[in-house]
């Protein structure tokens, strides 16, 4: 038997899953009857290993879920934006979530080696839901990331080879973890029980599809007239450069992504940027139509600069999710130096404090607006989230050692640290020769124009070493004071220049 036509009255369907997941899903469903007749114990442990989800939804049937205005509360926050369909926001979905726990999804195309703070709207989006009780799946695109997503680009990408999109898979999915477990272990309160995370690849459903058997089933239920009315298909159509086929398909995986997640997992309904709004549609359509749940997408503000930019993009240096691209104090300086203007609305967008407590944090920045009380607070909460505690701790250290004059902190940096450091900073490695001086070694990393001017500035006391202003041009560098007991000089030039020195030959 084929698909059913599109538009027929609703009624069960087939489903539409490659061979091998029907038999799984069928597997499991049967199992799940057979639980309440057999051994319970037997079949639920098989049941979870072949289907944890599943077994899942009975362990959390009737337990104490906080559904009750979490999406008011997340209004609230800004967090959310629109709804599909419209209007579910203010009554079917409060309902769902009032009737236990649901199942939410958010995907990640791994186009680069790391999320940045613009996908972590998403994953906080993510992790209220399953602070009140709902299960959360973060889904990689492992296969998406292939066809490329034009939503909100004004070009195709270049197409990425299999193996960068599994190393940045591998990246992603480390750092979605570490976030989930960092949320889990610093801003859960343990007053509620959390729902379960999983991260799944949308590789694993898609390799079991032929192309041919896909187009033959899952594509007749799309249309063409509505394809094409998107917008990110619209506006690329108009460009010069036109929309490859492929590109156009890409609403067409998303849509089936949710299709597929409904059926395994129950989810019922998708988080995604502002820009994602067409594939949630095409997603809520397509699952109307071949299987009659009703299903719901839900969009995140697209996160701004008070200038307008992308959070995250200013000056063409996205800030990343990853410690080898953005080092935890990297992240905690890009959340303190936000514009004032911004705290109060970042505080809620990503933060977990209570809405109270931004209010009262708020009330003391405006007491005393020179402590940047907020900034620091958002910085701390920030860092905390994505890094944990240790990620805060080296971030606060390493703040104090290059901006608080701590010689101390300078001391106790990793090396780990140091390196992070040094990305802000110029990093020179020099031999240390006896009678080495201070004008010398300002000279060899040409941290001072040459000849007089510099020298002038050296002794009009333009130059720190270790914190301590050095205006003595022809002073020998002396072990302990201008190098520290890890081989390491921090050199300043006027009010921002910084330069560290790793001494060799010590
Ligand atoms: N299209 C989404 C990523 C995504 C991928 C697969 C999905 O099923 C859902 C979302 C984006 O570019 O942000």
Known sequence: MGMPAAGKPRRRRRRLLPSRLVTLSNMAAS??????????????????????????????????????????????????????????????????????????????????????????????????????????????????????????KTSERERLSADSIEANTHSIRESIQRIF??????????????????????????????????????????RMGTMLSRHSVQSRLKSAEGMSLTEFTYQVFQAYDFYHLNQIYGCKIQLGGTDQLGNLMSGHEFIHKV????????????????????????????????????????????????????????????????????????????????????????????????????????AKRCTNALYQGSVQALEQMSDEELQELFREAPFHELLLEAGTTVIDTCRKISAIPEGPKGY??????AVWINHSRTDKPEQVLIPKLHILSNGLTLLRVGKRNYYIIKWLGL
């Open 181 to 222: 477990t960092n949320h889990e272990l610093y801003f859960h309160d343990g007053s509620r029980e959390l729902g379960t995370v999983t991260v799944l690849n949308n590789r694993s459903w898609y390799k079991d599809w032929d192309v041919v058997a896909f187009l033959s089933e899952a594509g007749r239920h799309f």
């Open 456 to 461: 002038r500035m050296v002794s009009e006391g």
């Open 291 to 394: 299987s009659g749940e009703e299903v719901y997408g839900l969009t995140l503000p697209l996160v701004t600069s008070s200038v307008g930019d992308k959070l995250g993009k200013t000056a063409g240096n996205a800030v990343w999710l990853n410690r080898d691209k953005t080092s935890p104090f990297e992240l905690y300086q890009f959340f303190l130096r936000q514009p004032d203007a911004s705290v109060e609305g970042y505080l809620k967008l990503f933060t977990f404090l209570p809405l109270a407590e931004v209010e009262r944090v708020m009330e003391q920045q405006r007491e005393e607006p020179g402590k940047r009380l907020a900034h620091k607070r958002l910085a701390a909460e920030v860092t905390k989230l994505v890094y944990g505690k240790e990620g805060l701790e080296s």
């Open 31 to 152: 199992m799940a009857r057979t639980c309440s007749y057999v051994s319970r114990r037997i079949s639920c442990f098989l049941l979870k290993r072949l289907h944890p989800r599943l077994a899942l939804r009975h362990r959390f049937h009737g337990s104490a879920v906080a559904h009750n205005g979490l999406l008011l509360s997340l209004n609230k926050r800004g967090i959310l934006k629109d709804s599909f369909p419209e209007n579910a926001a203010q009554d079917q979905l409060p309902r769902l979530l009032q009737s236990g726990s649901q199942t939410v999804y958010c995907g990640f195309d791994p186009t680069a080696d790391s999320l940045h703070v613009g996908n972590l709207l998403a994953l906080i989006g993510l992790l209220h839901f399953r602070s009140a009780g709902h299960h959360v799946l973060a889904v990689l695109g492992g296969a998406t990331a292939q066809i490329g997503d034009p939503s909100g």
